[in-house]
């Protein structure tokens, strides 16, 4: 994937991160970065992705909310991880098998929260480097979600945490906030 890299987002200091690694799918990856636009929420593309920019499916799905999006993208994991240890972001990765449910997670400004690639999530670095693995709760005997949907669950459940959505502050998020330090 080749793209114009915006490190600043529009909206201010980015709430929260997601990351994709390695997407293979590019209308899922559109619809990902179309939402986290929308959420205010930056985006860290771990390459290789199996598409360019350039790609239809991508365009369609992405639309406008492409140019509004913070992307980052970076060459490789590894590139990322020094990326990110340099930054101090905790890494909350999403899998089918990650031992904590999403809603048990205490999640913090800042988190990155990653999603795997849809035909065969992460590598066992990816996962050996998390600081937290967690699953939606789904019914027993059902593989996984689609990507994009995790994406928003987990993303939804940690804005809710840390009172990240967009708009005014109300006056539990302040108390929340107070708490936190
Ligand atoms: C289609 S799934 C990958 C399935 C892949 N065949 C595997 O076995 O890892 C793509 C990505 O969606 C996310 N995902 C899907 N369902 C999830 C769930 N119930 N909990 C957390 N993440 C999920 C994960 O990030 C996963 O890597």
């Known amino acids: 994937m080749t793209a114009t890299d915006q490190t600043a987002s529009p909206t201010g200091r980015a709430p929260l991160r997601l990351a994709l690694y390695q997407p293979d799918i590019p209308q899922n990856t559109g ?3 179309r939402m986290a636009a929308c959420l205010g929420v930056a985006v ?3 390459e290789p992705a199996a598409f360019d920019v350039s790609d239809r499916h ?3 799905s992405g639309m406008d909310y492409l140019e509004r999006a913070a992307v980052i993208r970076h060459a490789s994991f590894a590139a990322f991880e020094r990326w ?3 930054a101090g972001h905790r890494l909350i ?3 089918t098998d990650g031992p904590t ?3 048990d997670l205490a999640f913090a400004p800042g988190d990155i929260v990653m999603l795997g690639r849809e035909s065969a999530g992460v590598a066992p670095e990816v996962y050996a480097a998390a600081d937290a693995v967690v699953h939606v709760p789904m019914l027993a005997g059902l593989r996984s979600l689609n990507v994009a949907i995790a994406g928003a669950l987990v993303l939804g459940e940690a ?3 840390i009172g990240g959505f967009p708009g005014p502050l109300r006056a539990d998020d302040h108390e929340r906030q107070d708490q936190s330090g």
């Open 58 to 60: 991508f365009r369609r």
């Open 84 to 86: 990110r240890r340099e």
């Open 101 to 103: 449910r999403h809603l």
């Open 31 to 33: 619809t990902m970065i």
């Open 93 to 95: 990765l999403a899998e």
């Open 44 to 46: 860290d593309i771990v």
């Open 159 to 161: 804005l809710r945490q």
